[in-house]
């Protein structure tokens, strides 16, 4: 999705309906067009005027053959056939539609490598962003079940609100 019409080609009018933004604004989806850097391109990417940053599907991404890589400082769009070793999987979450969902619910420490800590208790909103922006419950999960070791338990209860998640609406 952009806000920059002029990174869109073989643009067509569309009727996308509207689109909720962080902070209670929002805008209609009025174009779709395919965006290009030469060697890879991407269909049906839709226009709203109203955004100010791209967004990047990453299923859209998948479902060309491509697969990611994100780290701390960028997100890496690798060549089809790019295999990762097992061995270096920690965690594995199924698709289902267009979202891909960790079920924390589920026995993981039977099939993943365990993490280490060596975290202070001050340390809560540093460990929600490494994980993901992961909620206290979900955080204090790990922590019970010692799939993170030395996590500290009671670090998790309450925390300071998260403006990235606030802006996301995340719960």
Known sequence: M???ISELSEIQSFNGGYVSFAGGDGGKITQRGTVTNGGLSFENVN???????NLLSVSQIYDKGYSTHFTDKECMILKPGIVIPEEWILVKSKRDGNDYI?????NLHEQVTFLFSKVSEQNAMLWH??????NAKNLNRLAKNEMVRDLPVKDFIIFEKCVSCAQGKHH
């Open 2 to 4: 952009t806000g920059d």
């Open 47 to 53: 226009f709203t005027p109203e955004l100010n940053h």
């Open 102 to 106: 960790i079920d924390m619910n589920s």
């Open 129 to 134: 962003r490494r994980l993901g922006h992961a």
